[in-house]
């Protein structure tokens, strides 16, 4: 996957993110629901790894496009699945790893099944208040309601599912899995297994409160995920020093007005295919799968809000009883 022929469909295909997304998905997709699950993504996510560098070191161009599609999405990319489905779930934080699991979580005995149907671009930033904007005119989807859109219902997690109504368009904003994620720490009391059992947990309630067929998937950013050096990339130590300045652990975007972030304008390499961050009109982010980590039990393994691919791509998802 990682060799000519993944780059020479990057190269030529008339859709470089088309490719990434689909060797993406590709990759993380199973056999079978894995049995041990946090096992089988530690795997996987090395391999995730490496496919982001063969993009980064054989295809680097993919990263201004990315950028690019990114800077001009809207949130319309939510409100057209309204045309295919009345319900539309934003699950928080769903990346190319839980959509592939996903469609072979639920076994042959299952009420529910899941199919991916298509990929889409977040906007940029991709972080929560970046689409919490767009739809619901608040950077907190705690905040949000009915508009003349749609009816609105913020879930937190499977303890209480808001009633939901029986007909017309309803878009629901589920926390899950990313405030599940962000206790994932290297003392592993939390895994991304959990996260992902307590994200399906809450869908299966949704779909069910809602008395609705199938409901239509999409989510505001993926994440970055690693436990060990051969999950992120290295950067060199003295620039590591002014991105952990720069960026808090668990974010891989800042605004570009403050101080520090000004700084890493200077710190650029001139050589524009070792270039470390990513600069748009208002934020600054780290690009690639770059990222730092320590030995304290403590230390979170998720990160979200880079320019990367895993961070960027997000699913649009099926879900439907059987």
């Not at 020479?8 to 056999?31: A, K, S």
């Not at 809000?305 to 895993?310: A, E, I, K, Q, T």
Request: proline share 6%; with cysteine.
């Amino acid at each position: 996957m990682l060799h000519s022929e993944f780059l020479t469909d990057l190269i030529y295909r008339d859709d470089p993110l088309t490719v990434i997304w689909e060797h993406m998905l590709r990759l993380y997709t199973p056999l079978e629901h894995p049995a041990d699950l946090r096992a089988f993504m530690d795997n996987r996510e090395e391999a995730l790894n490496q496919l982001e560098q063969a993009v980064y070191e054989g295809y680097f161009e993919a990263y201004d496009l990315l950028l690019e599609r990114a800077q001009a999405q809207r949130e319309e990319y939510t409100l057209s699945l309204f045309t295919h489905s009345p319900l539309v779930i934003v699950v928080d934080s769903m990346s190319v790893r839980e959509a592939a699991l996903l469609q072979h979580f639920w076994d042959k005995e299952g009420l529910l099944q899941a199919r991916v149907e298509d990929f889409a671009v977040t906007p940029w930033p991709p972080i929560t208040a970046r689409l919490a904007t767009m739809l619901l005119g608040t950077g907190s989807p705690a905040g949000g309601q009915d508009n003349d859109r749609f009816r609105y219902r913020y879930i937190a997690g499977p303890e209480y599912i808001a009633d939901l109504p029986a007909t017309g368009p309803i878009l629901v904003w589920m926390r899950l899995p990313d405030t599940a994620l962000e206790q994932v720490t290297q003392a592993q009391t939390h895994t991304v297994a959990h996260a992902f059992e307590k994200m399906v947990e809450t869908l299966q309630r949704v779909l069910e409160r809602s008395g609705r067929g199938e409901a239509l998937l999409t989510s505001d950013h993926g994440y970055l995920y690693a436990r060990n050096p051969n999950q992120y990339w290295l950067m060199p130590a003295g620039m590591e020093d002014v991105a952990r300045s720069t960026f808090p652990r668990e974010s891989r975007v800042q605004p570009l007005f403050s101080e520090q972030a000004q700084r890493l304008r200077h710190q650029e390499s001139p050589q524009r295919e070792r270039r470390f961050f990513a600069f748009s009109g208002e934020h600054v982010a780290v690009r690639g799968r770059y990222w730092w980590g320590t030995a304290s039990p403590n230390d979170r393994c998720t990160a979200h809000g880079g320019l990367s691919f895993v961070e960027c791509l997000v699913p649009v998802l099926r879900i439907s009883r059987k």
